[in-house]
């Protein structure tokens, strides 16, 4: 039986390595699936069981021709008698059940052996019993029995291993012919990702080139004569908002001491007791100082003097918002104050024209890089993830390799290589 130690102990043999192609292996393993030399063991065997059957029926005419010893005592005459009715009975049916099958398949052979089995485990259970009386009348005829039925139990001992060894092979046939499938499968995905891992870089270092000369074309802007400018607009711009700021913070310290009476003024002309002439002019000084007309200013101020006996306002705080309101009519004060507040906005507004004509190539630049960092990012992650399943099926692939050359080395008996090259 040193063949099926080979088999399944991975005996390696005295030839160097044997090298299969993935593509040869499929037809490999039907060679190897042929039942040829299992048909011709399992032939071997089933003589050996006729044989066997046939000496057993000979030995059951025997026992049922056999006389007893006249001496025996009568009880133990019929109890032996007995006996040996329930074996010839038993034995009879084993030897039936020891036909050979007709076919030579692994199924049939199964069939067969597991039939004479549970036959030799009935007959066994009888026989057990019985044997005793029987062999007290018939010695010599049971224990040639005996002995057909120790060799029968070999030989079925020997066909559950050469079964069992087919099986072991069929499975490792199995296995091997769904590993090659996988393999292949898996190789077929690989040069997949490989072609995509390919295009997705070259995308990647297009980007990755298109982004350094847009950097480059950022800074060679920057450092020029619509870089200085733009630097130069965005700090003039800077300094009139402050000057805007600080004219609206005086603008609002300007019109702070009038809000009392400028609430109560209208107040008095949203109940009908006063008709105001700039009541939206007193709305938009409390609220919207920046947007009173300069020539509405000084009549507001006026309409407000006239009327501010009449607000119910102390004494001492009339006194200050009439020399205050007579401070801004004699100075123009809010006059003034508008109008640089206007001339500072209407700056702004030319300068932010002129800052956003000059930035405009550097704005369109600022957002293609912008686009292009993001395709750069989605570039890099999609050739992170290729990569990373790149190496998963890379490892799935070496292990089944690995199975493979480890099934077909039992199958063959000797060290076997499996080539991937496609």
């Known amino acids: 039986m040193k063949w099926l130690k080979g088999i399944f102990h991975g005996e390696k043999g005295s030839g160097n390595a044997q090298n299969l192609a993935l593509s ?45 010893d006249s001496t025996t005592p009568p009880k133990l005459l019929r109890a032996g008698l007995a006996s040996r009715s329930e074996v010839l009975k038993q034995m009879e049916a084993l030897v039936e059940r020891m036909n050979p099958p007709t076919g030579r398949d692994i199924d049939s052979a199964s069939d067969h052996h597991w039939a004479i089995v549970k036959g030799l485990k009935r007959t066994i259970t009888t026989f057990g019993r019985a044997q005793r009386y029987a062999a007290a009348l018939f010695p010599k005829e049971i224990e040639s029995i005996n002995s057909e039925l120790s060799r029968i139990s070999h030989l079925l001992v020997e066909l559950e291993g050469v079964i069992g060894q087919r099986r ?64 130069e607009l965005k700090k003039d711009i800077e300094q009139k908002r402050e ?65 501010l006996a009449s ?45 956003s004509e000059c930035s405009r190539d550097l704005l369109q630049l600022k957002e293609q890089l912008s686009r ?22 890379q490892e799935k692939v070496d292990q089944d390799t690995s199975e493979l050359r480890d099934r077909l080395t039992r199958l063959s008996g000797k060290a076997i290589k499996v080539d991937l090259s496609r």
Do not use: C
């Open 24 to 68: 040869e292996i499929h037809s490999w393993l039907k060679v190897q699936s042929e039942p040829s030399g299992f048909e011709d063991r399992l032939q071997d065997i089933y003589v050996s069981i006729e044989e066997a059957a046939q000496a057993l029926a000979s030995d059951l005419r025997a026992l049922g021709s056999a006389e007893p």
């Open 168 to 231: 072991a092979e069929l499975e490792e046939i199995w296995y091997a012919k769904e590993l090659v499938d996988s393999i292949d499968e898996d190789l077929s995905l690989i040069a997949d990702l490989k072609e995509r891992a390919k295009k997705e870089e070259e995308n990647l270092s297009g980007l990755q080139s298109s982004m350094a000369g847009m950097e480059e074309e950022q800074k060679r802007l920057a450092a020029g004569p619509e870089g200085k400018r733009i630097e």
């Open 243 to 307: 000057e805007l700021r600080q004219a609206e913070a005086e603008m609002a310290n300007l019109i702070s001491p009038l809000n009392k009476a400028l609430g109560r003024i209208m107040k008095r002309g949203s109940s009908d007791r006063l008709i105001l002439q700039h009541s939206n002019v007193f709305e938009m000084l409390l609220t919207a100082p920046s947007k009173v007309e300069d020539k509405e200013i000084a009549g507001s101020l006026q309409e407000l003097r006239s009327h």
């Open 311 to 355: 607000l119910g306002l102390k004494d001492r705080k009339k006194e200050k918002i009439l020399d205050h309101i007579d401070q801004l009519i004699t100075n123009r004060s809010l006059e003034k104050t508008r109008s640089r507040q206007a001339a500072l906005e209407k700056a702004i507004e030319e300068q932010d024209k002129q800052l």
């Open 372 to 393: 292009t960092k993001k395709g750069l990012q989605r570039a890099k992650a999609s050739v992170d993830e290729i990569h990373q399943s790149l190496r998963s099926k």
